[in-house]
């Protein structure tokens, strides 16, 4: 891991993790947390700065859903962390659901 690529992972953790996590938490009504699997992370400096805005695509997506009681209900029922995973290989990209986690696997650049 490069400084470059250190530095915005600390940013990340320390800076937007808390404030996405507690918006996440706003539209869930739950103890949902945003998990980025950091190791994805520490060789790829573009999405390291595109992570943020992932984190807040997310959220909005959340925000719409939660906008009624039952969206709100079904969200903090069927969902308690996201994971995000960084990859460049076509073969890894996903999106699922198992076990009220929901895992995004994508080159997030």
Known sequence: MGLKERQQIEYLQREVLPTQNKQLREYTGSEALFEPD????EKDLNACYSLERLLT???NAFEW???NPPGKAVLAQEIVKIVIQN???TSERRIGLENKVLTLTA???
Do not use: K, T
């Open 57 to 59: 695509s997310i959220n």
């Open 87 to 89: 990859s460049s290989d």
């Open 38 to 41: 950091w190791s994805s992370f």
């Open 107 to 109: 080159d997030i650049n």
């Open 65 to 67: 859903v939660a906008r």
